[in-house]
């Protein structure tokens, strides 16, 4: 599953190839899509904004229309000149947005919605700025769930997903299964400031920050046996050095 940093990325290059042009076509195999499109017709509109908002993605029509997309495993949004070759077969294809110069493609993606609300999600660590006494407070309110699970939860804090969720805790030495409510205040804010910087690293820099136990063998600072355990309701995978982090 794309997380947070591959989106921020999407959206802005989606944003530099779109923002401020009008819509030429619009195309979709998605009924409510569709449906929105024959009442609201979204050709001729303004893309106004491409943006990131945890792991979603939103696009900002003139008149207060926004369509947001949501990846999940297989989903992704390419960007053509118009006349080049789609890098995918077109029975993939989900949403075409056109412009005079560009052709925005969402491939396989299974959450799409037009939309004036935005997600109900938590601080996103994405930003510039995130406002860490709302992110611990909110943590604070899931202090039975393992600090594992409780990173992944999108209304607590947006954008983590599980590479840099295994990566924050390993960086910051929490062992991945302990309680919210085992953990003091300092060692919260200190996990997800660690996140914030790595998710930050990884979106805007050339190369994304070196992983250390994420699909990893051997831990890099100690050399013990990197361990793997899926957790959670969704078994999502999570890996930790059980020497560095407690």
């Known amino acids: 599953m794309p997380e947070g940093d591959t989106i921020f990325r999407t959206a802005a290059t989606l944003h530099r190839a779109l923002a401020g042009s009008k819509v030429t076509a619009f195309e979709t195999v998605l009924p409510k899509l569709a449906s929105v ?34 990846m999940r495993m297989n989903g992704s ?3 053509y ?25 969402g491939f396989s993606i299974p959450v799409a919605e037009f939309t004036s609300d935005a997600p109900q999600l938590g601080p996103d660590l994405l930003l510039d700025s995130v406002d860490m006494g709302e992110a611990l407070q909110r943590m604070r309110a899931h202090g039975s769930d393992e600090i594992g699970n409780a990173l992944l939860n999108q209304r607590i804090v947006a954008g983590i997903g ?5 990566e924050s805790l390993f960086a ?8 919210v409510s085992e953990l003091d205040d300092a060692t919260i804010v200190n996990i997800l ?3 914030h910087k790595l998710l930050r690293a990884s979106a805007l820099a ?3 920050p070196r992983k250390s136990v994420y699909q990893g063998k051997l831990c890099r600072r100690c050399g013990s046996k990197i361990e793997y355990r899926r957790q959670g309701a969704d078994a999502r995978g999570t890996y930790w050095c059980p020497r560095c982090q407690t």
């Open 37 to 70: 499109d024959d009442q609201h017709q979204l050709r001729g509109r303004t893309i106004e904004s491409v943006r990131a908002a945890g792991k979603h993605l939103l696009i900002d029509f003139e008149g207060g229309l926004t369509l947001r997309t949501h």
């Open 77 to 79: 949004w390419h960007i």
């Open 81 to 105: 000149r118009r006349g080049e070759r789609w890098q995918r077969p077109r029975s993939e294809m989900r949403i075409v947005i056109e412009t005079e110069a560009f052709v925005a493609i």
């Open 162 to 166: 599980n590479i840099w969720k295994s």
């Open 172 to 179: 910051a030495g929490v062992d991945p299964f302990r309680r």
């Open 193 to 195: 400031t660690i996140a």
């Open 206 to 208: 050339d190369r994304p």
